[in-house]
T-cell receptor
């Protein structure tokens, strides 16, 4: 079964450093999302991406965050200057329908720890 | 704003028994989709089942079924013949047609006792 691949699985970074989280979507999927989950808590929407541009973003997704698909395969989430409160599990999700009728395929997540 | 509420932070069930996880949501939309996702200890989120709001028939996937009550804005998940591998956190999620994002509930941790 096709998978969404996320790397790295775990990243530890110092506060103020930049991190880039990577996702390789399923090949025929067109809609991409980033969600985060602070340990044991609710899954929160960050951003959706379609046709090489942001479709929607949440209040969490401020100027410190950016997304891009630089080479047509990887879908990346960049945090420019990490804060302690950015420590969370970050999930990439993709779907091949934007009409809402299909669920997401999630990656296995990147655990980001900011120290 | 749409909200999704899972009122049971924790549930437990005996192996081979049936358990029902509750979910309610608040929306002014008439067209939308509802999902249940499973998150085992590995942390991977896995789609369990989905329901289109325009369909009256409740969705079923093997041992998993839903009880969708649109007027009551309720979407419960029933797991029959519970197995040890069903132990996980379960999230109810809502998504509006033509919108990208999903709104998730707080989750219910299910324990399956042998």
């Amino acid at each position: 079964e096709p998978e969404v691949t996320q790397t790295p699985s775990h990243q530890v970074t110092q506060m103020g450093q930049e991190v880039i989280l990577r996702c390789v979507p399923i090949s025929n999927h067109l809609y991409f999302y980033w969600y985060r989950q602070i340990l044991g808590q609710k899954v929160e929407f960050l951003v959706s991406f379609y046709n090489n541009e942001i479709s929607e973003k949440s209040e969490i997704f401020d100027d410190q965050f950016s997304v891009e698909r630089p080479d047509g395969s990887n879908f990346t989430l960049k945090i420019r200057s990490t804060k302690l409160e950015d420590s969370a599990m970050y999930f990439c999700a993709t779907t091949n329908r934007g009409q809402g009728s299909y669920g997401y395929t999630f990656g296995s997540g990147t655990r980001l720890t900011v120290v | 704003a749409q909200t999704v509420t899972q009122s049971q932070p924790e549930m437990s069930v005996q192996e081979a028994e049936t358990v029902t996880l509750s979910c309610t949501y608040d929306t002014s939309e008439s067209d939308y989709y509802l999902f249940w996702y499973k998150q085992p200890p590995s942390r991977q989120m896995i789609l369990v089942i989905r329901q289109e709001a325009y369909k009256q028939q409740n969705a079923t996937e093997n041992r998993f079924s839903v009880n969708f009550q649109k007027a009551a804005k309720s979407f419960s998940l029933k797991i029959s013949d519970s197995q040890l591998g069903d132990a996980a956190m379960y999230f109810c999620a809502y998504r509006v047609t033509n919108a990208g994002k999903s709104t998730f509930g707080d989750g219910t941790t299910l324990t399956v006792k042998p």
